[in-house]
């Protein structure tokens, strides 16, 4: 998220709408893509073009230790999981004989199903495991507890972990010997304690009684995860409405909120989950999911000075980029001095109230969502005072009129006398830019972590490629 380079009349080229961009650097469209990509079918790309694309900017980035800090700064700070293995999986074969090779394949193993998934990318491309992938595994598996190895040994799957154990040959450990020798018991997850409950049951009412003391274990205990307890909140108002109110109380916690990783759309998802039940237990939980949103932004970074917010709602902007667009907006516009706008082949300007909720805030702006095409020069036509700095939350397809907004932002600092900050979020990690690197911070990420970076680049312009080289192997 930093981006200062010189740019020059090669950057320039179409994007995938088929308007003029610029192209992003190698090292700023890998991070793009890593930090947004979860290897799924997007507007104008699908999982396997986006693989491609990540195989072309490995291969482009000579620094591959970089490349190597990138995937554990996107696997350790942001969460990203597939793109991560594919991303270490890809490096495996381009880093033989580096020292801190196996340094890397130690650090990029956050959970040890991490192992499984990347030894799988390896074999389904045709590859061998390298002696860096076994050296760096080993260490890896050596750090992990009986309940964690246990909990993803993943017995039947294509790569289990007895497999990665007998592969690498690990440290002997208590958890490592278990898991060998096959005495390795399954913890009481909450997967596991709810299919249990359905196995053992004889009768539908028998069923109903044995998952709702499941979920009494569960949440009573606190042994289900903050982000599994957002996926079964409505399970939890239907099987054990008695619960609620200790499901909320885990809901607010600021230290699991903190260390959860959960991403800050999946509180919207949640929450439409719940809008569509009523009775017992639903008021509660919509309460607790707006404190639980509001106490994970509370390292947003107030600006000083005046900002404006552009949010883009054209129709490539559907599903969760809009999700997430309209997230980011509320939280921004709520905590800052903020005027927003809403743009897509035309802008305008959008008021609310910042004293209502971040997602009542979210769910307006989405509700605000008229998908036309897509001119973010329009945004620097509407713009109508000075503003220190400007937030663009988009796709980065612009295509109206072919040309890039270069005039339009030009334009938009002479009539108003402004050299505002512009920070470019591309919210799909498409890799190109609708303006020329210099003086331009693009933002990549969904994380509540990309606050942090913020305030980083209000001080420091080299802000996340300096977080990135952090990273020790």
């Known amino acids: 998220m930093k981006f200062n380079t010189k740019t020059n009349i090669s ?11 610029y192209k992003e650097s190698p090292k700023l469209a890998l991070i793009s893509l890593l930090l947004t ?80 998934e990347i030894l799988a990318y390896v074999y389904a ?48 450990t208590p958890a490592i010997e278990a898991l060998i020798k096959g005495t390795l018991k399954s913890p009481e997850t909450w997967e596991a304690k709810l299919t249990k409950a359905g196995q053992n049951a004889e009768t539908e009412e028998q069923k109903e009684e044995l998952k709702k003391e499941a979920w009494v274990s569960l949440v009573k205990e606190k042994k289900i995860g903050y982000f ?22 885990l809901l607010v916690d600021e230290k699991l909120i903190r260390n959860s990783l959960v991403l800050p759309f999946r509180f919207l998802t949640a929450i439409e989950e719940i809008e569509k039940l009523n009775g017992t237990g639903v008021r509660e939980v919509l309460g607790a999911l707006n404190k639980a949103i509001d106490l994970s932004t ?46 897509d082949s035309l802008a305008r300007y959008v008021t609310l109230n910042p004293a209502d909720s971040t997602l009542t805030l979210a769910q307006k702006l989405k509700d605000e969502h008229q998908g036309g095409g897509t001119d973010l020069g329009s945004i620097f036509d509407e713009a109508n005072r000075k503003y220190d700095r400007i937030i663009i939350l988009s796709d980065m397809q612009g295509w109206v009129g072919y040309d890039a907004p270069t005039s339009e932002l030009s334009d938009y600092k002479n009539r108003v006398g402004a050299n505002p900050r512009i920070y470019s979020f591309d919210l799909q990690g498409y890799g190109t830019l ?40």
């Open 228 to 249: 599994a307890l957002l996926r079964n909140l409505r399970n939890i108002i239907e099987q054990a409405p008695d619960l609620v109110s200790d499901a909320c109380a």
């Open 125 to 172: 491309k045709g590859g061998k495991e390298s002696n860096a992938i076994r050296k760096g595994f080993a260490k890896a598996i050596s750090k992990f507890d009986e309940y964690q190895l246990a909990k993803y040994k993943k017995d039947g799957a294509e790569v289990s972990l007895i497999d990665v154990a007998n592969l690498v040959h690990p440290k002997s």
């Open 298 to 343: 509370s390292n947003v970074p107030k600006f000083d000075g005046d900002t404006l917010i552009a949010l883009d709602e054209s129709g490539s902007m559907n599903g969760q980029p809009q999700e997430s667009g309209s997230l980011f907006a509320a939280i921004l516009y709520k905590v800052n001095n903020a005027d927003l706008i809403m743009f």
């Open 11 to 21: 950057n320039r080229t179409d994007n995938l709408a088929g308007g003029e961009a």
């Open 37 to 116: 990509s979860f290897v799924k079918d997007q507007y104008y790309r699908d999982a396997d073009e986006s693989l491609v694309e990540l195989t072309n900017l490995i291969d482009t980035i000579t620094d591959k230790k970089f490349v190597a800090k990138s995937a554990i700064y996107a696997r350790t700070k942001f969460g990203m999981r597939s793109v991560s293995h594919a991303t270490a999986a890809e490096l495996a074969s381009r880093i033989g004989g580096q020292e801190w090779a196996k340094n890397f394949f130690e650090k990029i193993i956050y959970r040890p199903d991490d192992m499984m």
């Open 434 to 473: 609708q303006f020329p690197e210099e003086n331009i911070f693009a933002i990549a990420g969904f994380s509540e972590k990309i606050f942090d970076v913020m305030k980083l680049l209000e001080q420091d312009k080299n802000a996340l490629i300096a977080e990135i080289e952090k990273v020790e192997l």
